[in-house]
């Protein structure tokens, strides 16, 4: 490698940062585990570095890639949701950003349908039970019953990479499936499931007959035993679908008021004033959120109401958190391995150099034959 170059990572990503190193990257990376503030972001870009490892914490805009003008030339995000870099402005800078897809797909699936099991059959308040030492009996019903998963309907609410996976766990559980997503509509994979479904019926394996469909978001609020949401966080103005608030009063009061909401996607898709009261005026039977509007969620979120601890479940931004999808150094299995290669692909001019080849980058629409 001719030019050795020079990485500004606003987080510690592991030995990826290491085998950068190694390969002659020079590699700064941010020391404290709280992220930079967007001016150090942008001194560090000012500085001239080629490349930038971010994470879902940094606004990346304008004023970055303005900072960065003939030298910055790729920003790799060690995430899959990019809601924080402004791709419109990527663009018009001609900077590829990168993102961590499928890598992170299983992980986050599984960690929301435990989520949801955690929530219905009240796994947190049967544990304070045992620690606080306040059970005292068995009993058939006393001191609470929780709902059972298996056997129930379940809402998934975008079907793209996470939501396709989060309906191979359901399947696994027997569950029926409405599907929600406007943009996007897999009716290969749904066919396959439900061949699936059929088989296990079939051969005894399911006791009853399951179903998946594509439904409108109206029908699958209004059905739906449990709501998991697997969409981006997308503006109006940046998609014919926005997603900002698409749990609001409105669809809050269309789910059945023994339902379950679980969103593992990005905090603003909910409105949590909203919600909040949903859950204080029993709308819906309760909540698990692994995102928020704020994060870290704020030490007065009306969330953290004791009236509705047993019902809401609250959880760290916490999905992806799987030791080899986090830190994996192959690209095939983990985020970081799989940010590395982004940021190299780009700056060792991969596939040619062809921006629009390069597997990680997103932003491919600003490097087409016109771009
Ligand atoms: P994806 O792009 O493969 O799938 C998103 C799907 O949502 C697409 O099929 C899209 O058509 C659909 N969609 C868009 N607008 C919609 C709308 N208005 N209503 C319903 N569906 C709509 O993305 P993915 O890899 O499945 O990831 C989804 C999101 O999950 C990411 O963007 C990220 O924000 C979030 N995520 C969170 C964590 C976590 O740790 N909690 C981890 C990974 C991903």
């Known amino acids: ?39 150090v972001i942008i001194e560090k870009v000012k500085s001239g570095v080629d490349g930038l490892i971010t994470t879902l914490r940094d606004q990346i805009d304008a004023e970055v890639f303005e900072a960065g003008k003939g030298t910055l030339k790729v920003v790799a995000q060690i995430a899959v949701g990019f ?14 950003f990168t993102n961590t897809a499928d890598v992170l797909t299983e992980a986050t699936a599984e960690f929301a349908f435990f989520m949801l099991g955690a929530l219905a059959r009240r796994m947190w308040t049967a544990e304070h039970l045992t620690r606080e030492n306040k059970w005292s009996y068995w009993h058939p019903y006393l001191p609470f019953l929780g709902d059972e998963v298996t056997g129930k309907t379940i809402a998934i609410i975008g079907t793209g990479r996470i939501g396709l996976a989060m309906i191979k766990k359901c399947a696994g559980s027997d569950m029926n499936m409405l599907c929600y997503d406007p943009a996007y509509q897999n009716h290969e994979f749904v066919g396959a499931i439900q061949e699936t479904m059929d088989l296990r019926h079939a051969r005894g394996i399911s006791k009853e007959k399951t179903w998946i469909k594509y439904s ?39 789910m059945k008021k023994t339902a379950f909401l679980v969103n593992t996607s990005r905090g603003p898709v ?13 709308w819906i039977a309760g909540a698990a959120l692994d995102v928020y509007e704020k994060e870290p969620l704020p030490a007065d979120s009306a969330l953290r109401d004791p009236a509705i601890e047993d019902r809401c479940r609250l959880y760290p931004h916490f999905a992806s958190a799987g030791r080899t999808t986090r830190l994996s150094t192959d690209p095939d299995k983990g ?25 990680y980058v997103v932003n491919k629409e600003a490097f087409g034959k016109a771009g």
């Open 83 to 96: 809601d924080n870099i402004n791709r419109g402005d990527a663009s018009r800078y001609k900077v590829p």
């Open 1 to 39: 490698m001719g030019k050795k170059f020079r990485v500004f990572a606003t987080c510690d990503i592991g030995e990826s940062i290491e085998l950068l190193r190694r390969r002659g990257y020079e590699v700064e990376v941010y020391p404290h585990a709280e992220a930079p503030a967007k001016k």
């Open 270 to 282: 909910v409105d949590e004033a909203a919600l909040a009261r949903a859950l204080r005026e029993n």
């Open 216 to 254: 409108t978001l109206e029908d699958a609020l209004a059905q739906a035993d449990f709501v998991s949401v697997h969409v981006p966080l997308l503006r109006e103005g940046e998609t014919q679908t926005p997603t900002y608030h698409l749990f609001n009063e409105r669809t809050l009061r269309m």
């Open 335 to 359: 985020m970081a391995g799989r940010c590395a290669q982004g940021l190299i692909d780009v700056l060792e001019k991969n596939y040619g150099g062809d921006v629009t080849k390069m597997p």
